[in-house]
């Protein structure tokens, strides 16, 4: 089969506080569909913990030692953010899971990879660990992929929260284009449409704001009249998608109006611009998503749509709330990046 799904039953070792919503049941949950994924005959495979090497491409010396610094212990990075005595460990783990998937695309063993690990990963700066996340292993697979020949990668993060460390690690990075829907304003406070990125990269920081309550039919406008037409422009060698299923209708953090079927779409949106521009190359990694029953939902409706050998259909939900939130977010975008890409 062309899809290969990553996992591991280790991430479920990285502990949280009782009632934190970063909790060992979504790695279960992450199990479970593993596990289903395996009985109808896909390969599920484990990854190997990311290298020194691999995690200072993104992270400074510093934040490296400090992280190695908490192997075996149980402390609080800050007031969201916990270790438990395996989350160093884990940590590797879900960044090494990151690069596997990516080794398995562009080494042509497989067209598409769904990568399901935890921790999160995309709210980690170059110097700092936050938001639940202790390395960021969106910008972790992205380093490396170009390394193994991608000139050009882009990053889609349809997170219900905007990835302030993917951001600061590629803002002066002409070569990966990052793109972010995302509820705004909101946690952790960036994202507007007007960071468009630094010097070489300016115009390669790609904010979608939304506000809050937005709906499939929002999310649907501006994946067509903004997300893909840049990705088709950018041209990438592959597309990394940062999956995070916190802008669902039931996420007890997120308040955005997203289906489970509006993040089929989404997904198979970028499954079709990755078969127009790049052979097919899509890696989805895991991010947000703490309601346990919708996370499932999504993952399952996810597997199927990378798993079929033809692309389908786009389908969006009918019915969708009528709202002005995705025209507006439009009309920001376009007037911040009028300059550097065609609408």
């Known amino acids: 089969m062309s899809l290969i799904v990553v996992a591991s039953d280790r991430f479920a070792e990285h502990a949280t506080p009782p009632g934190h919503p970063e909790c060992s ?14 009985a109808r005959g896909g390969e599920v495979v484990a ?10 491409r993104v992270h400074s010396s510093e934040h490296l030692r400090r992280m190695s610094e908490t192997t075996g ?7 969201d953010t916990y270790t438990s005595p395996d989350t160093y460990e884990v940590a590797l783990l879900s960044a090494g899971a990151a690069i596997e998937g990516v080794e398995r695309v562009m080494g042509g063993k497989h067209s598409r990879a769904l ?6 990963g995309h ?17 972790v697979a992205a380093a490396h992929a170009r390394t193994l020949g991608a000139k050009r990668v882009v990053i889609v993060d349809y997170d219900v929260h905007h990835g302030n460390g993917t951001q600061e690690i590629f ?13 705004f304003p909101y946690y952790p406070g960036t994202g507007a449409a007007t960071e468009i990125g630094r010097g070489e990269g300016t115009g390669h920081i790609f904010n979608v704001p939304l506000e809050v309550g937005a709906t499939d039919d929002d999310y649907r406008l501006t994946f067509e009249q903004l997300v893909v037409p840049v990705i088709r422009q950018f ?7 940062s999956a995070g299923f916190d802008a669902h209708e039931r996420d007890p953090l997120g308040g955005m109006r997203v289906s489970t079927q509006g993040f089929a779409a989404m997904t198979t949106m970028l499954r079709e611009v990755a078969e127009a521009c790049c052979g097919g190359r899509l890696v989805v990694i895991t991010e947000g998503g703490y309601d346990l029953k919708a996370l499932g939902e999504c993952l399952r409706i996810v597997v199927d749509g990378l798993a079929s050998e033809q692309c389908p259909a786009v389908s969006w ?7 002005s939130r995705g025209r507006a977010a439009v009309t920001a975008v376009r007037a911040a990046h009028t300059r550097f890409w065609t609408f």
């Open 73 to 79: 212990v149980a402390m609080a990075i800050d007031a």
């Open 47 to 56: 990854p190997r913990m990311a290298s020194r090497e691999q995690l200072a």
């Open 115 to 120: 990568v399901m690990s935890r921790p999160p």
């Open 235 to 241: 041209a990438p060698d592959l597309v990394l998608v």
């Open 171 to 183: 803002e002066n990075d002409p070569h990966v284009l990052y793109i972010s829907t995302h509820q």
């Open 123 to 139: 709210h980690a700066e170059r110097d700092r660990a936050m938001g639940f996340c202790f390395f960021n292993n969106v910008a």
């Open 317 to 323: 939900p009918t019915g969708s709330p009528a709202s």
């Open 25 to 38: 049941e979504r790695a279960e949950v992450m199990d479970v569909v593993a596990a289903e994924w395996r």
